[in-house]
């Protein structure tokens, strides 16, 4: 009775008769040639372990159309290596703290993690995804910029007016005489109070629909104004032109320029508009 063809015999065969070649199958099968050529010899302790010569055996037999279970049951009866056993270490003890004997910081964390969840609920219902999504996109765009934010508007006009001009003289004091009398002491006359100008109309005025980042530089290209405003809200700034713009969630913006309105059409596509205003 002939014996019956070994597994890596009727694989080798299924190969050679498709005309293919070791290096194929291996390329097919994302493995190296060495072990296409240790499951054809049969060679099984060249292999990691049972489980992975079986894929390895159940993937070859559908490539080259072979009944991948009748390998299956003929690898069944072979002596194959088993998996390695694995050792686990043994572990260091760990005291348990008793029942009834709950560390403090315990107790701050539960409670820290209830309020911020707390927030976490009441911000998604209180606040609308419109709100959400402008004060994301200006946050985006103020991340954006490299100087530090300033506060407070303040004009360089205006610095000029509460400076006093070093090259104009005080007045000369004067004398006040009754008759022949002797001259009274001489008083020095103040000087004047300088008047802060105001807001002429003709500046940059914005107005807000939603929260947005703006940034001003003047002619000197200083910051002028660098600020987050809220919804609603409105700004007139003084300055000395020309004035380089950049302006975050710019869809919800407007602005006027010397009273007329200025185009604000040209937008990135994270919302922000570069603007320069002569």
Known sequence: MPREPSVGQQLRAAREARGLAVTDIAKKLKLSPRQVEAMESDDWSRLPCNTIIRGFVRNYARLVD??????????????????????????????????????????????????????????????SQEMWQSTLSALKSAAQFREPAVESVVPPTTEEARTPDPAVALPETTVLAEGPASPVQAQPALPPIPVLPTPSGNGLKFSFAQPSWVEVRDRSGEIIFSQLSQAGTQREIEGRPPFVLVIGNATHVSLRYKGKPVDLSRRSKDDVARVTVE
């Open 66 to 127: 072979l009944d991948s279970d009748l390998l299956m049951l003929s690898l069944d009866r072979l002596h194959m290596p088993q998996s390695p056993d694995l050792e686990m270490p043994t572990g260091t003890n760990v005291s348990l703290p008793q029942d009834g004997r709950v560390a403090r910081r315990d107790y701050l964390r539960v409670f820290s993690g209830l309020i911020l969840l707390l927030m976490a609920v009441l911000a998604y219902f209180f606040f």
